[in-house]
């Protein structure tokens, strides 16, 4: 009975290693792919108006944080709530 446990643990970690040995390499290339399009923003970008980069102050927020600080502008155009438009 010894000798089946030991030949399944041998055959079990032939197939963790050779499974490992394949994933490492699409692991490694996704942690890459990841690294370079994780490019800080730079440059200027609207927020709201027409064909703006964002469509809320809040999105403008959430991508900065995530990507990362580089000499950024953002230019906050006029805000038009379609509410706001309805009742004056």
């Known amino acids: 009975m010894k000798f089946i446990?030991?030949?399944?643990?041998?055959?079990?970690?032939k197939h963790f290693n050779?499974?490992?040995?394949?994933?490492?390499p699409v692991f490694i290339l996704l942690v890459a792919g990841v690294s370079v399009n994780a490019q800080p923003l730079n440059g200027t970008y609207t927020v709201y108006?027409?064909?703006p980069n964002y469509s809320s102050l809040s999105a403008a927020i959430s991508d900065?944080?995530?990507?990362g600080v580089s000499p950024v502008t953002f230019k906050i155009r006029r805000y038009m709530d379609q509410y706001q438009y309805l009742c004056r």
């Open 5 to 13: 446990g030991k030949r399944l643990n041998i055959v079990i970690m």
């Open 18 to 24: 050779k499974m490992m040995t394949l994933l490492l």
């Open 49 to 51: 108006g027409t064909s």
């Open 64 to 67: 900065l944080n995530s990507r």
